[in-house]
């Protein structure tokens, strides 16, 4: 009844997220068809201050061509809250920062320029990603992302199943929402599933109690290890018909091309699928552990 409770709490979890994140996705999309016309009150109220400054009656209620621009109320400073970004027709798009320009870019497949927005105006709200009402896929390009700072928040806002996806030869971390691959940290809200690759060297992943729902994890070449930092965990040896060095930890994490599996500081059970070996190092972690 508990496993049942789980999956049903789970199932409902999901379908909140996917309606928060159409909500979200509907609210960028009105927002960006408004700036057009804020842009363009700001100029008529540029304008009318201009034209009120030339006459010569600054009295109350004057006018030029029946417009009454005395009484005219100014409009509120607006100004961008975050580096905004925005998908086009394609689905798959990688973000990517260019130094030369000091700017955050969404690229397609053949390296052209979608989307683009200076890094100052992510210093206070960070990066903001529109996507499409479809699955989309946002890789991170963490190598030139790095280069203009070692933190950064990203928000992607969208109303599918959207996926971050990430390739490094480098140590992978993820607790809560934060991503840390080699020395950056990337804050991630509003996708549904993270998909991480390592490289030709030997990486670690490391995982605490993570907010988006589905990772997956392929450990690329060399020999790779999975942690984990939470206190109890299920791990599972085998997965589906790959039964070498793949397997999953908890309900999140599904990982491939893995050797090394290291359990956290609770209680770890270890099941092994039938025809599945031990991995080449299997560490229970701290805590009292199980072979199943």
Do not use: C
Request: charged letters at 20%; aromatic letters at 6%; hydrophobic letters at 40%.
């Amino acid at each position: 009844m508990n496993q049942q409770n789980s999956h049903a709490q789970s199932v409902l979890i999901n379908s909140y997220r996917r309606v928060y994140s159409r909500m979200r996705w509907l609210n960028a999309l009105a927002e960006r068809g408004l700036r057009p016309a804020l842009r363009a009150a700001a100029k008529l109220r540029t304008a009318s201050r201009r034209l009120a400054g030339s006459t010569s009656s600054r009295r109350r209620g004057s006018s030029v061509g029946g417009l009454a621009f005395g009484r005219m109320e100014s409009l509120e400073a607006r100004a961008m809250l975050a580096a905004d970004l925005f998908y086009a027709d394609d689905t798959d798009l990688t973000l990517a920062f260019d130094a030369i320009s000091s700017q955050y870019r969404l690229l397609d497949n053949a390296q052209a320029v979608v989307s683009s927005a200076t890094a100052a105006s992510a210093s206070s709200g960070g990066i903001r990603v529109t996507g499409t009402i479809g699955a989309d896929v946002l890789r991170l390009d963490t190598a030139s992302l790095s280069l203009a700072g070692a933190k950064a928040s990203i928000t992607f806002v969208g109303a599918g199943d959207d996926s971050v996806a990430v390739t490094a030869d480098a140590n992978i971390t993820m607790t809560g929402s934060a991503l840390t691959v080699g020395t950056a940290t990337f804050t991630l809200d509003g996708f549904e599933r993270a998909e991480l690759t390592g490289g030709v060297s030997a990486n670690a992943f490391t995982f605490g109690d993570v907010t988006i729902p589905a990772i997956t994890v392929d450990g690329g070449g060399n020999s790779d290890t999975i942690f984990s930092t939470v206190a109890d965990n299920a791990e599972n040896k085998g997965l589906g018909e790959t039964l070498a060095d793949a397997g999953t930890l908890g309900e999140a994490i599904a990982f491939t091309s893995v050797e090394n599996i290291v359990g956290g500081r609770g209680i770890d059970v270890f099941t092994f699928a039938d025809g599945t070996s031990l991995p080449s190092t299997l560490d229970g972690g701290l805590g009292s552990n199980a072979l199943d």
